[in-house]
């Protein structure tokens, strides 16, 4: 057991307002991930507030800053940290509802219209191959909609209008595998000045996206298929 | 005269699908839920939509529950489950000698499959143990664990029902014998206020027992904590059940890109203290080699433990194991003189929906209303209209 120090930003609208850190000193074994000292400290402080699902990184809702720097608290080991002291925050560019508590509303406002289907084709097994007669199986999609690209990405903290990684990334999807959906309108969405064109190719999303999405790649696949788009259609 | 109002207690699987089902038989309602919608039990699980087959031999009353509702959600979900079946696999002699009677189990639970041949079960499953000795595929499938009670509650919320996040029933407000609504503490606004009901529906899983004692009355509910362990890499795209009696660690459902071993099984008082026993994430990785050997040496994305809400004996059980997975719908003004107060507990993640027609069915009749169920036919909006309020 290793003792640590955490800090954790409180905000209640006009009740702890401005924010305030509180600190507490908590024992912390190797196992222990920032969701799990979360968790511990609520049952002495019912007020603490913050989102929380499936405890290990598939549902995207614990997305939170650690020391900084956007993870999904519920798989950010704590002691892997290196520090005795560290500091919880909610993500950035997104309106702050309380504590740790941001609103996933102007997120899913600009990513649902994409209409992503939850349901991809299957890759091949890390190990060995079904054989060619099996069916095709199905999985989820890697995006866990939680926000941590938005929260790192430095266009959406100075424009609000930009559609953002995650919706840009799951357009690339829809146009990488259309299950049905309509190729063309989502290309028309992202075909813009605050779509796929706004992006500074910072990579900030790709660096904190916890799934292996990588948005940031897959703006550029965006622009690279529209690019041949057009000049197919100049000869 | 107004709809009648009533409050739901907790925002899992239970209530989410209660909320839908109310709301289409024209009752207003509103759900209180302490912390993030589906952050107690519910987010927590697997994420198996369960064919049945896993209770077959010896909680048939869940499985016919489980096949039964299994068919029902992929109509009014679809696009929702990854559906590549289950397999349940033999591996040694003493899974072999639970043969016939899980075969004879899925007859009579009606659960439709097909024993396939060892060759053909490792040509689809090229990471499943070789010593396999028999194979038979159920319509088992994954589902996300949060996003399937979204499409509840994106539904129900569209429909009128109000769904108020971090709001702490404090006390349950009672006129003598009678429930008639709820005092809660809003943890945004540091409010305390109280919410009027014509009926308050205690559907707080592993927490059930906590709420029904605000009403002086007990439920016979058992939190009964299990370990689960995601490990990195899809090892299989179907889901791999020992075919034996459940047991520990004797399943790996595949989801995105990782694969999840479960699960464990003790009991607690308090599903608020879960404590993580490292010993279970050893057994979780040794018995999950069973089935897939790789995965013994899968880096482990995370370990976690979930409190599921069984119905318990009252003379009291010790690993879990020995209680049934169905689910109970208490009537408290029958079973204690408690009028306005009902309390739905036990059952799982993939009978939710019949959890909750049970239930609405006792409640619209104290009510006094005559509505028949909807929720077998109509279609839930996607998750992410849950998220969408102003849309």
């Known amino acids: 057991m290793t003792e640590v120090t955490f800090k954790i930003f409180r905000y209640k609208p006009g009740v702890i307002d401005p924010p305030r850190y509180d600190t507490f000193k908590i024992e912390v074994d190797e196992q222990m991930s920032v969701l799990d000292v979360l968790e511990k400290l609520r049952i002495n402080d019912e007020t603490l507030t913050y989102r929380h699902s499936c405890h290990h990184g598939s549902c995207g809702t614990c997305g939170m800053l650690v020391n900084g720097k956007e993870v999904l608290a519920c798989v950010a080991n704590v002691l892997a940290l290196g520090t005795t002291e560290v500091t919880v925050e909610p993500l950035r560019n997104a309106p702050l509802v309380s504590d740790l508590v941001v609103s996933m509303e102007p997120f899913f406002n600009k990513y649902a219209p994409v209409e992503m289907p939850l349901i991809r084709q299957s890759e091949y097994l890390p190990e060995g191959k079904p054989s060619e007669e099996v069916g095709s199986y199905t999985r989820y999609e890697s995006c866990l909609e939680c926000g941590l690209c938005l929260s790192a990405c430095p266009v959406v903290a100075t424009d609000p209008a930009y559609l953002g990684p995650a919706a840009l990334a799951a357009a690339a999807r829809v146009v990488q595998e259309p299950r049905g959906q309509d190729v063309p309108a989502i290309l028309q969405m992202v075909d813009n000045a605050e779509g796929c064109w706004r992006c500074h190719s910072a990579m900030e999303c790709s660096e904190v996206c916890p799934n292996d999405v990588d948005p940031g790649s897959m703006i550029m696949y965006l622009r690279q298929h529209l690019i041949s788009d057009k000049l197919k259609h100049l000869f | ?391």
């Not at chain 2, 072999?96 to 060759?119: K, N, R, S, V």
């Not at chain 2, 308090?270 to 279970?280: N, S, Y």
């Open chain 2, 1 to 391: 005269m107004g709809k009648p109002h009533v409050v739901i207690v907790g925002g899992g699987a239970t209530g989410a699908a209660l909320a839908h089902d109310l709301t289409l038989r024209g009752v207003r309602v509103t759900i209180v839920e302490r912390g993030e919608v589906t952050s107690g039990t519910t987010g927590r699980h697997h994420g198996l939509l369960h064919s049945g087959a896993r209770y077959a031999v010896k909680d048939q009353e869940s499985a016919k529950e489980c096949i039964q509702e299994n068919m029902i959600l992929r109509k009014i979900a679809p696009g929702t489950f990854e559906l590549n079946n289950g397999l349940f696999v033999a591996i040694t002699d003493e899974d072999m000698a639970y043969h016939d009677a899980f075969l004879a189990g899925l007859e009579t639970c009606a659960i439709p499959y097909q024993e396939i041949t060892t060759q053909e079960a490792l040509q689809r499953e090229p990471n499943l143990n070789p010593a396999v000795k028999a194979a038979v595929e159920v319509p088992d499938g994954t589902m996300d664990a949060m996003r399937l009670p979204l499409r509840f509650l994106a539904t129900a919320q569209h429909n009128g029902a109000v769904i108020k996040t971090y709001t702490q029933v404090t006390k349950l407000l009672m006129k003598d014998k009678t429930v008639v609504g709820v005092r809660v503490r809003d943890h945004v606004t540091e409010k305390t206020y109280d919410i009027g009901a014509d009926l308050v529906v205690n559907a707080a899983g592993a927490w059930s027992d906590k709420i029904a004692a605000m009403a002086g009355v007990h439920v016979p509910m058992q939190p009964s904590p299990g370990v689960l362990v995601a490990v990195y890499g899809r090892w299989n795209n179907m889901v791999l059940n020992r075919m034996h009696r459940s047991g520990d660690g004797d399943i790996i459902l595949p989801q995105r890109t990782l694969s999840v071993i479960g699960t464990s099984s003790w009991v607690v008082k308090d599903p608020d203290q879960l404590e993580m026993k490292k010993e279970h994430i050893e057994l979780m990785y040794k018995m999950g080699a069973m089935l897939v050997p790789a995965v013994k040496n899968a880096p482990m994305r995370a370990a976690w433990a979930a409190a599921r809400p069984l119905i318990g004996s009252e003379s009291g059980a010790t690993t879990g194991r020995e209680l049934s997975r169905t689910f109970k719908c208490f009537d408290h003004e029958d079973r204690d003189n408690v009028i306005g107060f009902v309390t739905i507990t036990g059952g799982k993640a993939t009978t939710a929906r019949g959890m909750a027609e049970v239930t609405a069915n006792v409640v619209v009749e104290k009510l006094g209303l005559d509505v028949a169920c909807r929720t077998r036919e109509v279609v839930l909006l996607p998750h992410t209209a849950y998220y969408r309020r102003g849309v």
